[in-house]
């Protein structure tokens, strides 16, 4: 037996839940990479996969539906019960009737509901939206002088922003708040997935009774006349499609940015940083799973009939093929946003949703520099994300109402403010406090709510 390499019959799968593979993933890729395009990995223990790390073939598979398909019912393993039921890739990887692991006429009437919906949105929407957001989380820390800019900043961004683009009204919103927050951080991950399709089969309720500009309503108006059980999971699978690699995008670029900052703040363009991180660091480092038809040989890699083929966006964009064709620089050339009919259809909302939310960071906080090395920072194990643990930040402390007046005092948001401010809610430091809406205590979303009267 060839010990060293990975294809070879009885050779140890790489695993891709351990610390090792958190700190270092690119030594999985390029080992797997000099043996073939694809090779044998572990996503969670007992989850098997074929993860793709060559550019050339991870097009391929992601452009032919018609041998490789999404639909997770055809995982034989968990058919015949071999997977554990509590695996931490399940959500991630079994069935859910929407976008995400639906095929051919099915997926196609799905995706022109989400993306018709998606693409009501405009920059200037977006823009209006994320700033007040900003400005709230912003004056949470900015007296402190310091902060982590990722459980302070970049991971309650996508949430608030989330709940306010499909147009919660706070009851609902501080349940989803809590719940997401729940969910990402494996807090009693069913319990909290169960929440959310209960607060979204209430708000697709409201929606049909009460329409207004935001994604539910044009999900619930949409054409192709989704039932409320599937307006629900596509509301969910949003969730999941959002949040998570969002605030990837800002926390990895927020990171390249100050790594390359002085003290007069980052010498780097934002949309620069982005380009990079999504070249270099997707946020989405691995995923779109697909279960093969029949067997198929990967360039000298078998892939059985459905078992998991996961493809390697950071393996694929760090191929050195690509570097070769001279296509490395060039924006259509890396995968971070996936490729073929599952294709990312919010590249353009996403990338504004991250230049605006750093935009506000650093336009508030000009001095705001890394605080201690870059060599101890930590990323999350996982096999499919990119994300920093913490990201902290020191800069000169700012009185805490300076962003949230600067709204305030427009014209239009002045007539729409007759109350005095709110007092606002304590720092949240971890997202269990993030929605926290116990007994006579508001959440986070209502406390937001309150503030900007948006
Ligand atoms: C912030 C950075 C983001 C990145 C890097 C990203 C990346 C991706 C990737 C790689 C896929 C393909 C997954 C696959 O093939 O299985 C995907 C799909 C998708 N993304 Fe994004 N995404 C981002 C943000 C968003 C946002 C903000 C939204 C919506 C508000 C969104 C909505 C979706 C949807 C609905 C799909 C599924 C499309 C389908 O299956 O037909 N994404 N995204």
Same mark, same amino acid.
Not at 206 to 218: C, F, G, Q
């Given at each position: 037996m060839d010990?060293? !390499?990975p294809n070879a019959a009885g050779a140890a799968r790489c695993p891709m839940h351990d610390e090792a593979f958190a700190a270092a993933p690119e030594k999985v890729y390029d080992y797997l990479r000099a043996h073939g395009p694809a090779g044998p990995v572990e996503l969670a223990p007992g989850v098997d996969a074929t993860l793709v790390v060559e550019h050339e073939t991870a097009r391929r598979v992601l452009q032919n539906p018609g041998v490789f398909a999404r639909d997770g019912r055809r995982w034989t393993m968990l058919a015949e019960g071999r997977i554990p039921l509590d695996s931490p890739v399940l959500p991630m990887m =079994?069935?859910? #009737? !929407?976008?995400?692991?639906? %095929? @051919?006429? &099915?997926?196609?009437?799905?995706r022109k =509901? /989400?993306? +018709?919906?998606?693409? *009501?949105? !405009? /920059?200037?929407?977006?823009?209006?939206?994320?700033?007040?957001?900003? =400005?709230?989380?912003? %004056? &949470?820390?900015? +007296?402190? @002088?310091?902060a982590d800019v990722i459980n302070h900043y970049a991971k309650l961004l996508p949430m608030l922003l989330i709940n306010k683009l499909f147009g919660c009204p706070a009851a609902i919103g501080d349940r989803v708040t809590t719940a997401m927050a729940d969910m990402f951080d494996g807090r009693d991950a069913q319990r909290a997935s169960e929440e959310l399709s209960d607060c979204f089969l209430e708000l697709v309720s409201? *929606?049909?009774?009460? #329409?207004? +500009?935001?994604?539910?309503?044009?999900l619930v108006q949409h054409p192709a006349g989704l039932s409320d059980e599937e307006l629900k999971d596509q509301l969910v699978m949003l969730i999941g499609a959002s949040v998570e690699p969002e605030r990837n995008l800002i926390g990895n670029s927020l990171l390249l940015l100050l790594e390359r900052g002085g003290d007069d703040g980052p010498s780097m363009q934002i949309e620069d940083a982005l380009d990079h991180v999504l070249l270099n660091n997707p946020p989405i480092a691995n995923y779109a799973t697909h279960f093969p038809l029949q067997d198929v040989d990967l360039g000298g890699v078998l892939a059985r009939a459905n078992t998991p083929v996961v493809i390697s966006f950071a393996g694929a964009n760090s191929d050195p093929s690509l570097t070769e064709a001279g296509q490395a620089h060039s924006r259509s050339a890396h995968l971070a946003w996936g490729a073929g009919p599952h294709?990312? #259809? $919010? *590249?353009?909302? $996403? &990338? /504004?949703i991250a230049v605006t939310a750093i935009e506000q960071l650093l336009n508030a906080l000009p001095d705001i520099t890394l605080s201690g090395s870059t060599a101890e920072l930590q990323w999350r194990p996982g096999p499919f994300h990119r994300a920093l643990v913490a990201l902290p930040v020191e800069f000169s402390p700012t009185p805490a109402t300076r962003t949230a007046s600067a709204y305030r005092t427009t014209p239009a948001r002045a007539a729409a403010q007759p109350t005095p401010l709110a007092p606002v809610p304590a720092p949240t430091a971890t997202a269990g406090s993030a929605g926290g809406a116990g007994k006579g205590k508001k959440g986070f979303w209502s406390s937001f709510l309150e503030i900007f009267r948006v």
């Open positions: 010990v060293h !390499n =079994a069935y859910r #009737p !929407n976008c995400l692991f639906t %095929d @051919g006429a &099915q997926h196609l009437r799905l =509901a /989400v993306t +018709e919906s998606l693409d *009501k949105l !405009n /920059v200037t929407r977006i823009r209006r939206d994320v700033e007040p957001i900003a =400005a709230y989380l912003i %004056d &949470q820390f900015s +007296e402190l @002088g310091r409201l *929606k049909r009774r009460s #329409p207004a +500009e935001d994604i539910t309503s044009w294709a990312c #259809p $919010a *590249k353009s909302l $996403a &990338q /504004v």
